[in-house]
């Protein structure tokens, strides 16, 4: 069964101070890994696809990572405006069926203090 | 590009009826489209994976007869809710994928249910 766990599930940090979140997948056959961020009460916004170890992908302020059985979105700098719930999800190589979605964690929340 | 609506935003009936969600893909086609289920402070669980002109996948313990989807254009697939309980209001959530855009998927806005 494919899981993905992410830590921390709350984070609290001062604007400007720079963290990173991770994300945990255990998948048979890494087909994709996927960061969306969510605001509340809306839907999942798209931001990263990575689809093999030692990928790197950039957007702004984020930098998303992968190796075999992680990855990590390094925020720089953050401004309160990126608080959010960030997503992460995992897609396994397809097994016929029918069936194609993502896997999804229980995502980190994040808060930016001004 | 890539943009995901749905229709309704938000819905309230009454236990017994059914509803029915429109998820279109407004700016690119998409032969398959997914529909996820969120529960408050819970991820997004999905439901069934949707393919135009076929019938759907649907994820085990998803009751196919009551939750109904048709898939029946390259930018349209719409779930119903059929004889809608208390215990089916949640935030429902449709995903699209580009044929051109390798395994990513485009979120709709969401649709929040609450039956009375």
């Known amino acids: 069964e494919d899981q993905v766990t992410q830590s921390p599930e709350a984070l609290r940090l001062q604007e400007g101070e720079s963290s990173s979140l991770n994300c945990s997948y255990t998948v048979s056959g890494l087909r994709g890994l996927f960061w969306y961020r969510q605001d509340p009460g809306k839907g999942p916004e798209f931001l990263f696809t990575?689809?093999?170890a030692g990928e790197e992908k950039e957007k702004e302020r984020l930098k998303a990572t992968l190796t075999k059985k992680e990855s990590f979105l390094h925020i720089t700098a953050p401004k309160p405006e990126d608080s959010a719930t960030y997503l992460c999800?995992?897609?396994?190589?397809?097994?016929?069926?029918?069936?194609?979605?993502?896997?999804f964690g229980k995502g980190t929340h994040l808060i930016i203090q001004p | 590009g890539a943009v995901v609506s749905q229709h309704p935003s938000r819905v309230i009936c009454k236990s017994g009826t059914s509803v029915k969600i429109e998820c279109r893909s407004l700016d690119f086609q998409a032969t398959t489209m997914f529909w996820y289920r969120q529960f408050p402070k819970k991820s997004l669980m999905l439901m069934a994976t949707?393919?135009?002109?076929?019938?759907?996948?649907?994820e085990q313990g998803v009751e196919k007869d009551k939750f109904l989807i048709n898939h029946a254009s390259l930018t349209l697939s719409t779930l119903t809710v059929t004889s809608a309980h208390p215990e089916d209001s949640s935030f429902y959530i449709c995903?699209?994928?580009?044929?051109?855009?390798?395994?990513?998927?485009?979120f709709g806005p969401g649709t929040r249910l609450l039956v009375l």
């Open positions: 995903s699209a994928r580009p044929w051109d855009r390798g395994e990513t998927q485009y």
């Open positions: 990575l689809y093999s």
């Open positions: 949707s393919n135009e002109g076929s019938k759907a996948t649907y």
């Open positions: 999800a995992v897609q396994a190589r397809y097994s016929g069926g029918g069936a194609d979605g993502l896997t």
